[in-house]
């Protein structure tokens, strides 16, 4: 069974920081592309930064400079930094693992993320 933990979602105030984290279970973890995700209320869900199997990076315009995706394949967990947040990076962040080769698509249940003074 695949399973895919987020935490580290929470209450900060802008300007703060935030580190997420996912750990999978129940995939060979070290050959999929990780990937976190955002949707807030009335849009659609966006990509926020993918790491592949080969550390290759990628990141969404708006948090470029400020989010840094990262995976640590000994504990099967793919993090999330995000510093100097602002409210227009509230949402559901989710936590995503892809290997295209066999199709195979998981995620998360979500963690709230809530920038506010």
């Known amino acids: 069974q695949v399973q895919l933990v987020e935490s580290g979602g929470g209450l900060v105030q802008p300007g703060g920081s935030l580190r997420l984290s996912c750990a999978a279970s129940?995939?060979?973890?070290?050959?999929?592309?990780m990937g976190w995700y955002r949707q807030a209320p009335g849009k659609q869900r966006e990509l926020v930064a993918r790491?592949?199997?080969?550390?290759?990076?990628g990141y969404a315009d708006s948090v470029k400079g400020r989010f840094t995706i990262s995976r640590d394949n000994a504990k099967n967990t793919v993090y999330l930094q995000m510093n100097s947040l602002n409210p227009e990076d509230t949402a559901v962040y989710y936590c995503?693992?892809?290997?295209?080769?066999?199709?195979?698509?998981?995620w998360g249940q979500g963690t709230q993320v809530t920038v506010s003074s």
């Open positions: 790491i592949t199997s080969g550390g290759s990076l």
């Open positions: 995503n693992a892809e290997f295209s080769v066999f199709r195979s698509n998981y």
């Open positions: 129940g995939i060979n973890f070290s050959i999929y592309t």
